[in-house]
T-cell receptor
Framework: AQSVTQLDSHVSVSEGTPVLLRCNYS??????LFWYVQHPNKGLQLLLK??????LVKGINGFEAEFKKSETSFHLTKPSAHMSDAAEYFC????????????????FGKGTKLSVKP | KAGVTQTPRYLIKTRGQQVTLSCSPI?????VSWYQQTPGQGLQFLFE???????NKGNFPGRFSGRQFSNSRSEMNVSTLELGDSALYLC????????????????FGPGTRLTVL
């Protein structure tokens, strides 16, 4: 069975400093992994995705993540935090497609709330 | 292009009642998935509909049901509400590429906040 573990429930950084949100995955095969962001009172937005192409994945708003198979990790980073980055971030794994190419059934981590101090 | 819309945005019900939530996907998207988000359990998959057929289902009791119409709009219904059903219910739509088994990005709506008293 696949799962993701987000190692920190809350991360606080100062504006302009680097961001690191940690995620470890468990999967018996090469997984597809994603990071989503959820701002208050808004839906989830896809930040970036890894689907077995390049191990360093660049996403929107300056975020990137590196897939490390040896460490079973997919940590999210950003060189310089901005106030607008304050939100909750979810690491997500998708199980293999069912017959017919089912698109649902994303498996979410518990989330990491990012606070950005001025 | 309009995003995923969900109605109503907020809902208050009492135990034992039933509720219907609505989701309109992005135009052209044929797959609609539903998720429940609670502080304790996080985000959990409820079910997915494609071409008016449920083709994937999460681990929720039969009180949770859904359907999809020919225009891809979807509704979910929860009968005999319990206090634990209080949650944010999120709908997501995706464009399904014919024959593809790879992931198509899911676009989420803002959710319906259900409170059960």
């Amino acid at each position: 069975a696949q799962s993701v573990t987000q190692l920190d429930s809350h991360v606080s950084v100062s504006e302009g400093t680097p961001v690191l949100l940690r995620c470890n995955y468990s999967s018996s095969y090469s997984p597809s992994l994603f990071w989503y962001v959820q701002h208050p009172n808004k839906g989830l937005q896809l930040l970036l995705k890894y689907t077995s192409a390049a191990t360093l994945v660049k996403g929107i708003n300056g975020f990137e993540a590196e897939f490390k198979k040896s460490e079973t990790s997919f940590h999210l980073t950003k060189p310089s935090a901005h106030m607008s980055d304050a939100a909750e971030y979810f690491c997500v794994v998708i199980p293999p497609s069912n017959y017919g190419g089912s698109q649902g059934n994303l498996i979410f981590g518990k989330g990491t709330k990012l606070s950005v101090k001025p | 292009k309009a995003g995923v819309t969900q109605t109503p945005r907020y809902l208050i019900k009492t135990r034992g009642q039933q509720v219907t939530l609505s989701c309109s996907p992005i135009s052209g998207h044929r797959s609609v998935s539903w998720y429940q988000q609670t502080p304790g359990q996080g985000l959990q998959f409820l079910f997915e509909y494609f071409s008016e057929t449920q083709r994937n289902k999460g681990n929720f009791p039969g009180r949770f049901s859904g359907r999809q119409f020919s225009n891809s709009r979807s509704e979910m219904n929860v009968s005999t509400l319990e206090l634990g059903d209080s949650a944010l219910y999120l709908c997501a739509s995706s464009l399904v590429i014919s024959g593809g088994s790879s992931y198509n990005e899911q676009f989420f709506g803002p959710g319906t906040r259900l409170t059960v008293l």
